[in-house]
């Protein structure tokens, strides 16, 4: 991150970010926070509880009551207050979470997140304060089409020993968009249950808001699971709203730990959202304006890969079922993900190298794991497509 913030900064005019996270600018949903914060002003008292006063640590009992009605009335979740937490965005929920749930333990043991497949999200990688936190399973592979594959879980690999305290996932995830189908959350779900450990499922993209996620995917929830969500990719990454449903007891711990870390998480996204989350108004803004407008964008990415890339090269793409991002496989690429990078930053396009993705994976030497990147497609259509026609390019002079 501190290389590609170096490269940002000096890259000028004609850089191509596309190895970024940022959510794109939504004009629709713009108009809505704008509205919003125009209503804050003129609400009697409305400033205030934006701007003037701390929330309870856990968040304001308003907004957890409203999330907890929202998915009671929409899911018929069996869920209250007392089931929600507010953290200071979905990065601090999860570095809480983990650093609850596993590490080194009082009885001087240390115990280990499983992530069920590889790639997954870059930010949790650093997040254990003492050591190394992750076990990952080598994913399978499987190939959909002329340059199309999907990673699924390998559930004949997948072993939850007694030093794993959670199962973690991200649905869709960054950086693939690959989307754990119903059957495969199940079976995550059960064997979760049956060690007595929680089903982390983290929802930052995912389903029923911001809704980015292009594939059939049921809004899960049981009594072991933890979910997250956010208001980021739903347009306001700067208002640091992560929301998290899960038990009572790890619920009010993380409460504790807001008030230790932090005292209180910032109120803005809460009231700014909050009438859109007690009408159901934020489900119709991510069905019918969110989620068009990122499928939109990602079918003019992938076009635009299948322009760029052509068959005179070996090249896959992941399946686009969901998040800002296009997952590019060259296998035998003769050079590292990391060289290209580089070679690429060169050329003021930047990406992300794939070996980033795969921590907690026991075989570095891996050869797959050297031979991905990730783009993302939020940027405006040109900026995207000219990066991919230099990256194409790339490729090719690296294979001869």
């Known amino acids: 991150m501190d290389d590609l913030g170096h490269a940002l900064a000096s890259g000028g005019p004609d850089l191509k970010m596309l190895g970024g996270g940022q959510p794109a600018r ?51 979740w069996e869920i209250g207050s007392e ?11 999860f ?27 870059i930010g949790y990688a650093n997040q254990g304060v003492s050591g190394d936190l992750f076990r ?3 994913p399978l592979i499987e190939k959909t089409g ?8 390998d559930f004949d690999r997948l072993e939850v020993t007694p030093d794993i305290a959670a199962i973690c996932a991200s649905r869709p995830t960054n ?23 929680p089903l982390i499922i983290d929802n930052a993209y995912g389903a029923p808001f911001p809704g980015i996620i292009f594939a059939e995917a049921t809004p899960f929830w049981e009594s072991h699971a933890v979910l997250s969500f956010s208001l980021s990719k739903l347009g306001l990454p700067g208002t640091r709203t992560g929301i998290v449903i899960g038990p009572p007891e790890i619920i009010r711990a993380l409460g504790s730990m807001s008030a230790i870390a932090g005292l209180s998480n910032p109120n803005i996204g809460q009231q ?95 050869p797959h794991r050297h031979e991905c990147i990730r783009v993302s497609y939020a940027m405006d259509e040109a900026v995207v497509r000219d990066g991919l026609s230099i990256i194409a390019e790339e490729v090719r002079k690296a294979s001869r």
């Open 175 to 197: 950086p693939t968009g690959n989307v754990l189908t119903d059957d495969e959350v199940a079976r995550l779900s059960a064997i979760a249950k049956q060690h007595g450990i």
């Open 272 to 366: 700014i959202t909050l009438p859109l989350i007690q009408s159901g108004e934020i489900l119709r803004l991510s069905r019918e304006v969110v989620r068009p407008f990122y499928e939109g964008k990602c079918q003019l990415a992938r076009q635009a890969a299948i322009e760029a890339f052509g068959d005179d090269i070996e090249w896959f793409m992941h399946r686009s079922e969901g998040a800002l991002f296009l997952w590019l496989w060259f296998p035998g690429l003769p050079i590292t993900s990391q060289e290209l990078y580089q070679r690429l930053k060169a050329r003021k396009v930047l990406v992300i190298p794939g070996q980033h993705f795969f921590f907690g994976h026991d075989d570095p030497d891996w």
């Open 26 to 76: 939504i004009p629709e949903m713009n108009a809505v926070w704008r509205q919003r914060l125009e209503e804050l002003m003129t609400e009697p008292g409305g400033l205030d509880r934006a701007l003037t006063s701390y929330d309870p640590p856990r968040g304001n009992p308003y907004f957890l009551q409203a999330i907890a009605q929202l998915f009671r009335d929409t899911f018929g």
């Open 136 to 138: 990952a399973v080598t």
């Open 95 to 121: 570095y809480f979470l983990f650093n609850l749930l596993a590490g080194q333990m009082p009885d001087g043991s240390h115990r280990k997140i499983l992530l069920p497949l590889v790639p997954e999200y």
């Open 83 to 93: 089931n929600v937490a507010v953290t200071s965005g979905g990065q601090t929920a």
């Open 146 to 153: 002329a340059h199309e594959f999907k990673y699924r879980v």
